[in-house]
């Protein structure tokens, strides 16, 4: 599977987007939702979407906080607060690894709904808040999709790969990580799906 952008890059948006949660919330008194509907409006949700290094790695949270709200700002450092955090941590894993925007999950599963799942979940945060999220947009595994989409069954997709159908069953559900196939399984399934090894691994 192909995510948004670099797994590089993945830390430092969630730093960003979670310090930018914290001044929103806490020095600028705004919700949480208000925040993200100000964010995708003004298009700094597309530029974190590609992980666009002019504003993830060259802008301060303050300076991007400033763009977002159109309006000079009188602001410290930034500070973390756990919660919000959280919440800017997750939405941002969400939507490198699912390759939705910030828009088509948040419309779905609002950030204020993520801050309370946070709130309860503690450190089972983000598999939580993942699980919700992949059930709200009907979430297929790359595999799944791909197979269904050459119109297989999974019976017939073992027998043209020669991949036991107890093992693509497993990684259709999550139960074993397709990443860490090997190299000669991911190509067999590759190949018989006509697409890269790449686009199937999660």
Same mark, same amino acid.
């Given at each position: 599977?192909?995510?948004?952008?670099?797994?590089?890059?993945? #830390?430092?948006? +969630?730093?960003?987007?979670?310090?930018?949660?914290?001044?929103?919330?806490? +020095?600028?008194?705004?919700?949480?939702?208000?925040?993200?509907? !100000? =964010?995708?409006?003004? @298009?700094?949700? &597309?530029? =974190?979407?590609?992980?666009?290094?002019?504003?993830?790695?060259?802008?301060?949270?303050?300076e991007l906080l400033k763009i977002i709200l159109r309006r000079d700002l009188d602001l410290?450092?930034?500070?973390?607060?756990?919660? %919000?955090?959280?919440? @800017?941590?997750?939405?941002?894993?969400? &939507?490198? $690894?699912l390759r939705k925007t910030y828009k088509e999950i948040t419309d779905l599963f609002p950030?204020?709904?993520?801050?309370? $799942?946070?709130?309860?979940?503690? @450190?089972?945060?983000?598999? !939580?808040?993942?699980?919700? #999220?992949?059930? +709200? #947009?009907?979430?297929?595994?790359?595999?799944? /999709?791909?197979? /269904?989409?050459?119109? $297989?069954? &999974? %019976?017939?997709?073992?027998?043209?790969?020669?991949?036991?159908?107890?093992?693509? #069953?497993? $990684?259709?559900?999550?139960?074993?990580?397709?990443?860490?196939?090997? %190299?000669?399984?991911?190509?067999?399934?590759?190949?018989?799906?006509?697409?890269?090894?790449?686009?199937?691994?999660?």
């Amino acid at each position: 599977m192909v995510h948004s952008y670099d797994m590089r890059y993945l #830390i430092k948006v +969630r730093r960003k987007l979670s310090n930018l949660f914290c001044l929103a919330t806490e +020095r600028e008194h705004m919700s949480l939702d208000e925040f993200m509907e !100000k =964010f995708i409006s003004s @298009g700094m949700a &597309q530029k =974190f979407e590609t992980a666009n290094p002019i504003y993830v790695l060259g802008k301060s949270e303050n300076e991007l906080l400033k763009i977002i709200l159109r309006r000079d700002l009188d602001l410290g450092s930034p500070e973390i607060y756990v919660y %919000a955090s959280w919440t @800017g941590y997750v939405l941002a894993y969400a &939507q490198w $690894y699912l390759r939705k925007t910030y828009k088509e999950i948040t419309d779905l599963f609002p950030c204020s709904q993520m801050e309370e $799942y946070a709130h309860r979940s503690e @450190g089972e945060a983000i598999p !939580k808040i993942m699980k919700v #999220i992949k059930e +709200r #947009i009907s979430y297929k595994p790359p595999l799944q /999709e791909y197979r /269904e989409k050459a119109g $297989y069954t &999974q %019976a017939q997709l073992a027998e043209y790969s020669r991949v036991p159908v107890e093992k693509i #069953i497993s $990684y259709e559900t999550d139960e074993e990580d397709i990443s860490c196939a090997e %190299a000669g399984t991911l190509y067999n399934l590759a190949k018989a799906l006509g697409c890269s090894m790449e686009d199937i691994i999660c």
